[in-house]
């Protein structure tokens, strides 16, 4: 049976016509807006989608005035890769923030605030490849360009001592009423999104312990019922390190004389209220704490019903007996 002409004409037009409606539009405009609010990961992973979204990642400067960078690409950025991303900015960077990135040295940070002296906030906690000296030094360079840092984050910097801590205070210029300490919920938690909106932050997150005069984080107790806090007390017996006072790796309130503490999966201490509100293992009842929980994608803090960790490797041990038997 033969086609004629007008039928295969018709023919051609539904095909043509159905394969322009399955062809993909462009992205959102929303997507466009969003790209400024997204860490360095997402963006890299967004100028791979299309060609427009590209465009945007390399030619727009507002996604990179705020460079996050978080697990996991954090263990696998190094100085020359810092320097590109950078780069992108174009010298009008304003936050920095490297959380864990153990491969940056002092003179790749170097290099990155001497290109953008306009940087207001430097958080660079975990940062194990970085020394006080350096530090010290980005910091001088940043005031001298006339731009004073609202922020900066150096807890878990190697060898910080009480007389780097005086000279950092000196170029940031921090006045006595805002020597306080961080208060929860930035206790134990790191992800600069999350903390971004918190606006009652002091400017920098370590200082010096009243209990052991060194300089770690110090954590005012949130708890409004702890004892150390009644009427008339000054708080400071509740103040102090995590080392000197052990808090609840939950909701940063210490243990007093008379709480229980309960021990997570993961090894964190918690507090009996928060042990009873989150979801347990469904053999040894025991539960993770959010932060390890959001860490691994398989316990999630709002699933039930879930086998941790520990439980599963006993688990595996015991089929591995039971098949040489």
């Known amino acids: 049976m033969e086609i004629s002409q007008t039928e295969a004409h018709q023919i051609t037009e539904t095909i043509d016509k159905s394969a322009s409606q399955n062809t993909p539009g462009p992205p959102n405009e929303a997507l466009f807006l969003a790209m400024a609010y997204l860490p360095v990961l997402e963006l890299l992973a967004m100028?791979?989608?299309?060609?427009?979204?590209?465009?945007s990642v390399k030619n727009d400067i507002l996604p990179w005035l705020n460079i996050v960078v978080e697990r996991p690409l954090n263990k696998r950025l190094c100085d020359g890769n810092l320097m590109q991303i950078a780069a992108m900015a174009k010298g009008k960077l304003r936050?920095?923030?490297l959380f864990n990135c153990s491969h940056i040295t002092d003179d790749g940070l170097q290099w990155v605030v001497q290109q953008n002296p306009c940087i207001n906030k430097l958080l660079i906690p975990g940062c194990t490849g970085?020394?006080?000296?350096?530090?010290?030094?980005?910091?001088k360079t940043l005031s001298q360009q006339g731009h004073t840092l609202k922020s900066l984050w150096i807890n878990g910097v190697y060898n910080v001592q009480k007389h780097h801590l005086e000279t950092l205070h000196s170029y940031l210029q921090i006045p006595a009423s805002e020597h306080r300490p961080m208060s929860f919920p930035s206790h134990g938690n790191t992800n600069f999104l999350r903390l971004r909106h918190?606006?009652?932050?002091?400017?920098?997150?370590?200082q010096i312990c009243p209990r052991c005069d060194e300089p770690r984080m110090v954590?005012?107790?949130?708890?409004?019922?702890?004892?150390?806090?009644?009427?008339g007390?000054?708080?400071?017996?509740?103040?102090?390190?995590?080392?000197?006072?052990?808090?609840?790796?939950?909701?940063?309130?210490?243990?007093?004389?008379?709480?229980?503490?309960e021990e997570a999966v993961c090894g964190d201490d918690l507090c009996s209220n928060c042990w009873l509100h989150l979801p347990k293992c469904s053999f040894c009842n025991k539960p993770y704490c959010k932060r390890h929980a959001e860490e691994n994608s398989?316990?999630?803090?709002?699933?039930?019903?879930?086998?941790?960790?520990?439980?599963?490797?006993?688990?595996?041990?015991?089929?591995?007996?039971?098949?040489?038997e």
């Open 198 to 206: 918190h606006i009652d932050l002091p400017p920098i997150d370590v």
């Open 130 to 139: 970085l020394t006080p000296e350096g530090v010290i030094r980005a910091v």
């Open 95 to 97: 936050t920095l923030a």
């Open 298 to 324: 398989r316990f999630t803090s709002g699933s039930t019903g879930f086998v941790c960790d520990a439980c599963r490797a006993k688990f595996v041990e015991s089929l591995y007996y039971s098949d040489d």
């Open 219 to 231: 954590f005012d107790c949130p708890r409004k019922s702890c004892q150390f806090k009644k009427e």
């Open 47 to 55: 100028s791979e989608v299309c060609s427009s979204l590209r465009d």
């Open 233 to 261: 007390s000054t708080g400071m017996e509740c103040r102090g390190c995590s080392l000197c006072i052990p808090r609840c790796a939950e909701c940063g309130g210490c243990f007093d004389a008379f709480g229980e503490i």
